[in-house]
């Protein structure tokens, strides 16, 4: 079965500041892997996804994330962090097996970012 | 940009009443999804639903919930007679199909669900 490990509960950076997100999955094979973001109150809005080829995706509001076959990684990246970045991001992963998939989360990283 | 939308945003509900989330998926998606979120907890995948029938559900998704999609555009997730541990926020999600491969799923603003 797979799994999904986003090592820090909480991370705290000052606006401006760059940015990276830690998330390890468990799977048999190469997976579908995703980031979502969760402000206050709101949905889980994608910020980015990987499928296959390039392992360097880009996402929304200037996030990218690489995958790392052999460390089983893909962590999410922001050069510069901006005040409204605010918020909880979720690591998922899901099984290939075709269109209809479902998605394993880990238990998300809250960001705090400092004036 | 076309949205998942789901209702109520708030349902308080006594243990035991049986309750009707309801969601409408993004018009052109064929598969369809429910997850849930215990407060403190991960989000958890209920079912997938795919062509009118269940496509894949959990250890969760036990008989005392169903799925349906009774006209073209609502989605529906029902629990029958609900207990305290059902006190949850619960996301619909949507996703299309393609011929050229897999696309994401798209999540609603959640239902929060509170069983006294």
């Known amino acids: 079965a797979q799994s999904v490990t986003q090592p820090d509960i909480h991370i705290t950076v000052s606006e401006g500041a760059s940015l990276e997100l830690r998330c390890n999955y468990s799977?048999?094979?190469?997976?579908?892997l995703f980031w979502y973001v969760q402000s206050p109150g709101q949905g889980l809005q994608l910020l980015l996804k990987?499928?296959?080829?390039?392992?360097l995706v880009q996402g929304i509001k200037g996030f990218e994330a690489e995958f790392k076959r052999s460390q089983s990684s893909f962590n999410l990246r922001k050069p510069s962090v901006h005040w409204s970045d605010a918020a909880e991001y979720f690591c998922?992963?899901?099984?290939?097996?075709?269109?209809?998939?479902?998605?394993?989360f880990g238990k998300g990283t809250l960001l705090t970012v400092n004036p | 940009e076309p949205e998942v939308t789901q209702t109520p945003s708030h349902q308080v509900t006594q243990m035991g009443q049986e309750v009707i989330l309801r969601c409408v998926p993004i018009s052109n998606h064929l598969y369809f999804y429910w997850y849930r979120q215990i407060l403190g907890q991960k989000v958890e995948f209920l079912v997938s639903?795919?062509?009118?029938?269940?496509?894949?559900k959990s250890e969760i998704f036990d008989d005392q919930f169903s799925v349906e999609r009774p006209d073209g555009s609502n989605f529906t997730l029902k629990i029958r007679s609900t207990k305290l541990e059902d006190s949850a926020m619960y996301f619909c999600?949507?996703?299309?199909?393609?011929?050229?491969?897999?696309?994401?799923?798209?999540f609603g603003d959640g239902t929060r669900l509170s069983i006294l």
């Open positions: 990987y499928f296959s080829g390039d392992t």
């Open positions: 639903f795919y062509n009118n029938e269940i496509s894949e």
């Open positions: 998922a992963v899901g099984a290939r097996g075709g269109s209809n998939y479902k998605l394993t």
């Open positions: 999600a949507s996703s299309e199909v393609r011929s050229r491969g897999n696309q994401p799923q798209h």
């Open positions: 799977y048999g094979a190469t997976p579908y």
